[in-house]
């Protein structure tokens, strides 16, 4: 199984909603990321788990409140985000190098989120 | 902070000719590696170049990497309808653990 799975594909939510966004990887990754894309625009890095550790946050607004239960599931919890966070959320997994250098990125399909 | 910076924006060439594209980085880096993302879906991997590596080939992706000039290129042979969409480099800067950066891409259009 090589797949990452990312729900719900699609997301409206108003800006006083909170709302999760879930994925989910069956490949025994220990790092998992979270990628923000606005359109026409390269991913941009948000937050970085391994083994469960939160070990990279790229000075993301706290309104944004990443999760990793365990090893396979990493939420992305948005709370009185702003029309401008609209964009399309990326979740990817990926092995541990112990030499910290990154390989090969699994990604989903992406969340896409729509704030009013 | 976006590290590599592709080169041309977009391209439009004729289904069986090859295609070229660039990618400019600032800083050392680890690894250099290709992706391909399809209009609105996830990004899928293509091929990932070490920093001492000159040259890697796979099936008709050409990556070469020159460390001294701070760039790579990825060309595509023989081009098909189905390789449209956008690509991006990401470098592995090792600045942190798993820290990878894209560059801004190029979107490319095969016309049948």
Redesign the interface.
Known sequence: DTEVTQTPKHLVMGMTNKKSLKCEQHMGHRAMYWYKQKAKKPPELMFVYSYEKLSINESVPSRFSPECPNSSLLNLHLHALQPEDSALYLCASSRVDMGFRTGELFFGEGSRLTVL | S?QGEEDPQALSIQEGENATMNCSYKTSI??L?W?RQNS??????LI?IRSNEREKHSGRLRVTLDTSKKSSSLLITASRAADTASY?CAT?S?A??????????TKLSVIP
């Not at chain 2, 609105?40 to 991997?45: A, E, I, N, S």
């Not at chain 2, 942190?96 to 891409?105: C, H, P, W």
């Open positions: 976006q680890n690894n590696q992706y609105g879906r996830g990004l899928v991997h990932l991006f592995d090792g942190g653990s798993y820290q990878l950066t894209f560059g801004k891409g």
